[in-house]
């Protein structure tokens, strides 16, 4: 082959290996702790994302920060509860995914409240401004 070859990790099998996880199909979050801290014996999740070696993304630790400070932010903000049936008891969340070149979880109902008025009015300022009133 002439010019370049790119090397393309096959990530299933990586994060699929039953040498390093048994039962890689379950979901196990448990599986990274040790004595409840982060075992960093194991492998990380972050390979998928993030790749390894020579060509890791350098955007990893600014996606990383970002997304626990929207989670966190919104955590802060709201009360995330599941939805309530015709009965008035909680509908089941499921753990289903969708499956294919990206996986994302299948819809679920929840209901999210402000958790207090002030919550409520620091996000609509973050979203349309001061001028919401």
């Not at 929207?70 to 599941?82: D, Q």
Request: glycine share 6%; aromatic share 10%.
């Amino acid at each position: 082959m002439h010019g370049f070859e790119t090397s393309v990790p096959t990530y299933r099998a990586i994060l699929h290996d039953e040498r390093v996880f048994t039962d890689p199909a379950e979901y196990r979050p448990e599986r990274y702790l040790k004595d409840g801290q982060l075992d960093l014996d194991v492998r990380q999740p972050e390979v998928s994302a993030f790749g390894f070696g020579r060509r890791i993304c350098p955007g990893r630790y600014l996606s990383d920060n970002t997304l626990f400070s929207i989670v966190s932010s919104t955590l802060h903000a709201f009360t995330i509860t599941p939805s309530l049936d015709n009965k008035g008891d909680p509908i089941s969340l499921s753990t289903k995914r969708t499956s294919g070149v990206i996986s994302y979880p299948e819809p679920f109902k929840v209901d999210i409240k402000p958790r207090s008025s002030s919550a409520e009015i620091l996000v609509k300022e973050a979203v349309v401004g001061d001028d919401w009133a």
